[in-house]
């Protein structure tokens, strides 16, 4: 099965970079890495995907490892908006029961 | 546009009822897939509709059954309600075939049941 491991939680100032680890050393050629995150009372929320290269959009950078068994998600500065569960997964082509959500990061935010 | 809508919002059962719940899905996408999440075990995947079709299924009992429409709108339902069955149930759409990996979903809020 697609299972990522990421830590339980981390910690972060506002206004600093964070960078969220995530491994994934069971993936293969063709699965997506996705994350998603989850604010309280909300359903998940895409934040960023890629396949091999490292990926950037508005709201954060996506940097894959050149053997993709790991990835980090980064935000560049972290506001107290984005305290939330970080989901790390990858989506193997239209396998949805092969997807796992693991526990994710809960990422806190300090003023 | 109109994001992944979910109805009802929040609902009280008891056990032994039925439930159904409703995701209209965001214009367009004809994917629509359904989780359970809860704080013991996560986010689950319960199933997967593509084009009116069950694509995909997760490890739940035949209890937990779904339907789409022909405009992509799904439906789920849980007959027999236990109390283990409280949960957020979550839907999410995503575009072209849905679930190829460049293809990103959207979720809903959730529909929040709770069972007595």
């Known amino acids: 099965d697609a299972k990522t491991t990421q830590p339980n939680s981390m910690e972060s100032n506002e206004e600093e970079p964070v960078h969220l680890p995530c491994n994934h050393s069971?993936?293969?050629?063709?699965?997506?890495i996705h994350w998603y995150r989850q604010l309280p009372s909300q359903g998940p929320e895409y934040v960023i995907h890629?396949?091999?290269s490292n990926v950037n959009n508005r709201m954060a950078s996506l940097a894959i490892a050149e053997d993709r068994k790991s990835s980090t998600l980064i935000l560049h500065r972290a506001t107290l908006r984005d305290a939330a569960v970080y989901y790390c997964i990858f989506w193997r082509a239209a396998s949805y029961d092969k997807v796992i959500f693991g526990p994710g990061t809960s990422l806190s935010v300090i003023p | 546009k109109a994001g992944v809508t979910q109805t009802p919002r929040y609902l009280i059962k008891t056990r032994g009822q039925q439930v159904t719940l409703s995701c209209s899905p965001i214009?367009?996408?004809?994917?629509v897939s359904w989780y359970q999440q809860t704080p013991g075990q996560g986010l689950q995947f319960l199933f997967e509709?593509?084009?009116?079709?069950?694509?995909n299924k997760g490890n739940f009992p035949g209890r937990f059954s779904g339907r789409q429409f022909s405009n992509s709108r799904s439906e789920m339902n849980v007959s027999t309600l236990e109390l283990g069955d409280s949960a957020l149930y979550l839907c999410a759409s995503s575009g072209g075939q849905g679930g190829s990996g460049a293809n990103v979903l959207t979720f809903g809020a959730g529909s929040r049941l709770t069972v007595l």
């Open positions: 509709y593509f084009s009116e079709t069950q694509r």
């Open positions: 069971t993936i293969s050629g063709t699965d997506y």
């Open positions: 890629g396949l091999t």
């Open positions: 214009s367009g996408h004809r994917s």
